[in-house]
T-cell receptor
């Protein structure tokens, strides 16, 4: 069975500081991994996806994530936080033929001025 | 392209009432999904349709029915609403073909309150 764990339901950083949002997955087969962002009262928007081509994946808005098989992790990072990054972030895994996504519980990012 | 659209945006129901949530996509995607989002629980899959003419249960299907009306439209019906169905509902779609894992694209959501 597939699962996703996001460590930390809330993360607070200062503007300009490094953003690190953690995601660990469980899958018996090579996974496809996704990060989505949700701004208040909106739907989910794709940030980036890992589909086995390259372990370091670059996404929109300066975010990137690194797939580490040995650690079963797919953490999301951004070198310098901006106020507009304040949102909820979801990690998701898809690892079977059904194309279903399994979502983590989300991490709310707060950016302090 | 409008992407994925959902109607209505907001709805208040009384316990026992029925309603249908509508979803349409204009991206020629073959797969469509319905999720519910509750605080601290991420998104949970209710039903999905891998292709026109097929539907399958997801993680939390009880109390819901779906109809894949055509390739563009996928509706979710609550036959007898319960307070436990108070949630935000998202529709999503993706293109699905062998060997490719495309991302899912989401609609703006429907906020449902059941009193």
């Amino acid at each position: 069975a597939q699962s996703v764990t996001q460590l930390g339901s809330h993360v607070s950083v200062s503007e300009g500081a490094l953003v690190l949002l953690r995601c660990n997955y469980s899958s018996s087969v090579p996974p496809y991994l996704f990060w989505y962002v949700q701004y208040p009262n909106q739907g989910l928007q794709l940030l980036l996806k890992y589909t086995s081509a390259a372990t370091l994946v670059k996404g929109i808005n300066g975010f990137e994530a690194e797939f580490k098989k040995s650690e079963t992790s797919f953490h999301l990072t951004k070198p310098s936080a901006h106020m507009s990054d304040a949102a909820e972030y979801f990690c998701a895994v898809s690892a079977d033929s059904s194309y279903k996504l399994i979502f983590g519980s989300g991490t709310r990012l707060l950016v302090r001025p | 392209n409008a992407g994925v659209t959902q109607t209505p945006k907001f709805q208040v129901l009384k316990t026992g009432q029925s309603m249908t949530l509508q979803c349409a996509q204009d991206m020629n995607h073959n797969s469509m999904y319905w999720y519910r989002q509750d605080p601290g629980m991420g998104l949970r899959l209710i039903y999905y349709s891998a292709s026109e003419g097929t539907t399958d249960k997801g993680e939390v299907p009880n109390g819901y029915n779906v109809s894949r009306l055509n390739k563009r439209e996928f509706s979710l019906r609550l036959e007898s609403a319960a307070p436990s169905q108070t949630s935000v509902y998202f529709c999503a779609s993706t293109v699905q073909f062998s060997g490719v894992k495309a991302a899912q694209y989401f609609g703006p959501g429907t906020r449902l309150l059941v009193l």
